[in-house]
């Protein structure tokens, strides 16, 4: 892809605008770049980009003379000055699609309501400890884009994609690719599931004969979304063994074990026993992270030999410290009720729950439900809090009490907690009306409890 000429306008400078604004400086005849967030240019020396023209606390008005638009997953294409560059004729993409045109080597694409962190994560282990040069890059927390200039025909580029990168793709393909789950989420954005889940999709949008697709069959939405790809399938799944003539290749778990069935014949992976990160949700990320490292060919013995070693990824089910007798586990990464359904089943004991945050419009009636038996006690806090306090009195669930902010929610944790307990922060909301992210989030939890005598 040719970029000297052209004139390239930038929009968004978050992580993937700070790597695209570096990688485009010199590349581009001219960038122009916006964020409407003053504060950004904190980010930027500006001398160092003779040949940008930044705009802060400003957002483009769609008549820029630019040959082509990349946008930032946080902008949505409902805006009037994205709709009026496309009605231009001027290409909107997304920074996934320019470092796809961009780079050499082949991708791996992993998306899915919950678990992409970590399939990701354990995926790109599996490529690098098999002697891939794996570069672990997207949603992850790195842009593609940074990865391209030392990149070459050897790398696989193992991607974490949202539905707000995949919103933007256009010839984007992976040669393995993964819908790990659909549930709701972003609805604030997306409008509705069903329009959600097309987006997810996206992944397999270009995905010819050559390529694969891991099916994973305990979720029905993304399932029979997937019926009719181009692709190779390998059918995962948890809870069955998928039918040897509908799904001739299949991971699944039999008699305590992970099984890979390639038409007839079967073998065994590894035990359950010996997988470093436990519970049903990570079975689920185990089994398509296999899926991935098969398709490309790698030896099972190799795949064992990480899946005994990898042990998760921060802010997802990560301990703490014990304090008294009481465990704490920070789970920032849980955005949505349902991760937070799957953290509350993977916890053993009474729980003390720390939750609330940014308002994405999600149902909270499972996430409530989810409590039976296992929520000693819920600590709200945050733009939900006055949402979760009426699902909670339209349940039943009256052990609850309202914090405000995170410091005064650990504190009340702690004053309510016994030996034997485990606070739990899986707020089931995103960050944005506290925090800049979840990391940070996570970050001031345990900032926190390590402060805690």
């Not at 960050?431 to 940070?440: P, V």
């Amino acid at each position: 892809m040719e970029l000297y000429d052209k004139r390239i306008g930038i929009i968004g400078l978050g992580k993937s605008g700070h790597g695209l604004v570096t990688y485009l400086s010199n590349k581009a005849s001219r960038v122009i770049a916006f964020d409407s967030k003053t504060e950004s240019r904190e980010n930027y020396k500006i001398c160092d980009y003779p040949n940008v023209e930044f705009n802060f606390g400003s957002n483009p008005s769609g008549d820029e003379e630019v040959d082509m638009v990349i946008l930032s997953p946080g902008i949505s294409l409902d805006h009037g000055f994205v709709n009026k560059f496309i009605q231009r004729g001027i290409e909107v993409i997304g920074e996934v699609e320019l470092a796809f045109r961009l780079a050499q080597g082949s991708f791996v694409g992993i998306t899915g309501t919950n678990g992409k962190t970590t399939t990701t994560a354990l995926t790109g282990q599996i490529f690098k400890d098999a002697g891939i040069d794996a570069r672990i890059v997207g949603n992850i927390g790195k842009p593609i884009i940074t990865e391209v200039e030392n990149s070459d025909s050897a790398t696989v580029f193992v991607t974490e994609l949202s539905s707000f990168q995949l919103e933007t793709i256009k010839e984007f393909n992976c040669s393995a690719g993964v819908i790990i789950n659909i549930t709701p989420d972003h609805l604030d954005r997306h409008k509705t599931l069903e329009n959600y889940a097309r987006i997810k999709t996206n992944i397999f949008k270009n995905q010819t004969p050559d390529d694969f697709a891991i099916i994973n069959l305990d979720d029905k939405l993304s399932s029979d979304l997937t019926k009719d790809l181009a692709s190779k399938k390998i059918y995962v799944s948890v809870y069955q063994t998928p039918d040897a003539k509908t799904a001739e290749r299949a991971i699944f778990i039999k008699d305590g074990k992970i099984i890979y069935r390639n038409k007839l014949t079967s073998t065994e992976i590894i035990k359950l026993e010996e997988i470093f990160i436990k519970g049903r949700h990570n079975y689920e990320n185990v089994l398509c992270a296999t899926g991935l490292a098969l398709s490309f060919g790698i030896e099972i013995s190799s795949i064992a030999k990480t899946l005994k070693e990898f042990k998760g990824v921060e802010h997802r089910l990560e301990f703490v410290k014990e304090i008294k007798g009481v465990s704490y586990i920070n789970d920032s990464k849980g955005t949505n009720p349902d991760a937070s359904i799957k953290a509350l089943e993977a916890i053993e004991g009474d729980i003390i729950l720390i939750a609330g945050g940014y308002d994405k419009k999600s149902d909270f009636k499972e996430f409530v439900k989810a409590f039976e038996n296992r929520v000693k006690l819920a600590i709200i806090l945050g733009e939900t809090k006055e949402i979760l306090k009426s699902e909670f009195e339209a349940s039943g669930f009256t052990n609850y009490k309202t914090a405000q902010d995170m410091e005064d929610a650990v504190k009340k944790a702690n004053a309510f907690a016994e030996k034997g307990d485990t606070v739990l922060l899986s707020p089931a909301c995103a960050s944005w009306d506290m925090y800049t992210s979840f990391e940070q989030r996570g970050d001031h939890f345990k900032a926190l409890v390590n402060k805690l005598v």
